[in-house]
């Protein structure tokens, strides 16, 4: 970890941080250690999201939808996990081994889980202005390439605007999680008015609430 550092110049006081934010819960069982990165993902999670807004709120002139929109955009899972691999997170994750054989290190719920985590320790380490710093250094001409219409579409995010215009409320509701921990299967609810208008399936919650709002949008949305 600390040869990526050094790589990414990234100026560390506690390189121990950036590591805990690789251990993945399957290697956590495995070893029996204490802790794993969901914490430091939980963290990362909420300092991504304000790095962005902060960014599109003084770089753009749209309105609060159009700021929402391409927020989601930004931070979904397929865009954070490709983030992971341009810093080559994936090379540094401690996996077990069943989430070794089954190809984690390339599944996107995993890389973005494992970027959002290892931001959460650099915002730990070194605080919130070297996070954002960091993170537009690497990341802002691919908020550029998506605010061009080049990244992914956000079906949750364009979803919950055609809702808000019809004055409907729109909310997601776990249905039921099965498979071992290092092979997970979320099933979600996406409720309309308190309708269960469809269901999703993924290996995330993220994921699964993209398929089930993709779902009610229709084929014409892809």
């Not at 929402?68 to 810093?87: D, G, N, P």
């Not at 069943?98 to 985590?117: H, I, T, V, Y």
């Not at 071992?180 to 979320?186: G, I, V």
Request: glycine share 8%; hydrophobic share 35%.
């Amino acid at each position: 970890m600390k040869n990526l550092l050094k790589k990414l110049e990234i100026p560390y006081r506690d390189s121990n941080l950036y590591s805990m934010a690789m251990v993945h819960p399957s290697y956590q069982n495995e070893q029996g250690l204490k802790e794993n990165n969901q914490r430091f993902e939980f963290l990362g999670d909420a300092v991504i999201d304000l790095i962005v807004s902060r960014y599109l709120f003084t770089h753009l002139p749209q309105r609060e939808g159009e700021m929402s929109r391409l927020r989601a955009a930004i931070v979904c899972e397929a865009s954070l996990s490709k983030m992971a691999k341009k810093l080559g997170l994936h090379k540094e994750l401690l996996l077990g081994k069943g989430e070794e054989l089954s190809q984690g290190r390339q599944r996107p719920s995993l890389l973005s889980d494992s970027f959002e985590a290892f931001i959460g320790a650099l915002f730990m380490d070194l605080g919130l202005e070297e996070a954002d710093r960091f993170f537009l250094h690497h990341f802002v001409e691919d908020m550029k390439e998506i605010q061009r219409g080049g990244g992914y579409i956000d079906y949750k995010s364009s979803l919950q605007i055609q809702c808000q215009k019809q004055q409907r409320l729109i909310n997601y509701e776990v249905l039921g999680v099965s498979g071992p921990d290092h092979s997970r299967l979320y099933s979600i609810g996406l409720y309309i008015d308190g309708v269960l208008a469809a269901t999703g399936e993924g290996t995330s919650k993220r994921e699964a609430q993209q398929r089930a709002a993709r779902e009610v949008l229709g084929e014409d949305s892809q």
